[in-house]
C-alpha cells in the first residue's frame, strides 16, 4: 500500500505561482513513477505531468514551460511548481504513483485545491 498526502493548493493571482507537494508513505521502493493530475469543474480528470523512477519527465503541452515537477527522494515527496498560473490552471490537483506488486495499480491522493483568478 501506498499512501499520498498533497498540500500546498490556494489561491493565486493570473501570472503568479504555487508550489504543490505530494508526500509519500508506504512501500513506495516498488512506484514506477509519480503524477500529478487535475480535474477542473464539469471536466474529466487530466494529466498535467510525470517524472519516473529514472527522472525523465513529461508534461501536457498546457502546461510545458510553465510548471514543472520534481523530487526529492530523501524525503519521498514529488513537487510540482507552477508559474505564470492562468484561471485555465483553476481545478483540484491529484498526486498519482503507479506502481507496487505483485500487480501494479494505481493510487491517489485525496486533491488539493488550486484557484487562479484573473
Known amino acids: 500500500q501506498v499512501q499520498l498526502v498533497e498540500s500546498g493548493g490556494g489561491l493565486a493571482q493570473a501570472g503568479g505561482s504555487l508550489r504543490l507537494s505530494c508526500a509519500a508513505s508506504g512501500i513506495i521502493g516498488s512506484i514506477n513513477r509519480m503524477a500529478w493530475y487535475r480535474q477542473a469543474p464539469g471536466k474529466q480528470r487530466e494529466l498535467v505531468a510525470i517524472i519516473t523512477s529514472v527522472d525523465t519527465t513529461i508534461y501536457v503541452d498546457a502546461v510545458k514551460g510553465r510548471f514543472t515537477i520534481s523530487r526529492d527522494n530523501a524525503k519521498n515527496t514529488v513537487y510540482l511548481q507552477m508559474n505564470a498560473l492562468k484561471p485555465e490552471d483553476t481545478a483540484v490537483y491529484y498526486c498519482?504513483?503507479?506502481?507496487?506488486?505483485?500487480?501494479?495499480?494505481?493510487?491517489w491522493g485525496q486533491g488539493t485545491q488550486v484557484t487562479v483568478s484573473s
Open positions: 498519482n504513483a503507479f506502481g507496487g506488486t505483485p500487480i501494479p495499480v494505481n493510487y
